[in-house]
């Protein structure tokens, strides 16, 4: 297929991995990431791929279920993205992890909506 720019790149996890990279290269640092990555920039990216989605509470009101959620959200941003390949799904590039660690943060645990 090719991307973009015109070169053919192979449907393939890096591919995938990198237009995720190319894609987000653009994003403000407040966003949400409701962003499409088709025909995404860079050389290396596949032009049709696609991330998948998390949607969260900002406000979790039960502090319980609510702990474990961003405690499992930080596990798959860290130790669970070496699972990513293997499962078939492209890992995120690290900038993007890093970025949505720092996002947990802004998770209130325990406090209505």
């Not at 995120?92 to 802004?106: N, S």
């Amino acid at each position: 297929m090719k991307n973009a720019a015109g070169q053919f790149v192979a449907p393939a996890i890096p591919s995938i991995t990198a237009a995720a990279a190319g894609a987000i290269e653009k994003l403000p640092p407040t966003t949400d990431y409701r962003v499409s990555i088709v025909n995404a920039p860079g050389a290396a990216a596949y032009p049709i791929s696609s991330f998948t989605w998390l949607l969260v509470y900002q406000r979790q009101p039960d502090a319980t279920k609510g702990k474990k959620l961003v405690d499992f959200m930080r596990w798959a941003f860290t130790e669970g993205e070496a699972s990513a390949a293997v499962l078939d799904y492209a890992p995120l590039p690290a900038a993007v992890g890093t970025q949505l660690i720092e996002r947990l943060a802004t998770i209130q645990v325990g406090t209505a909506s």
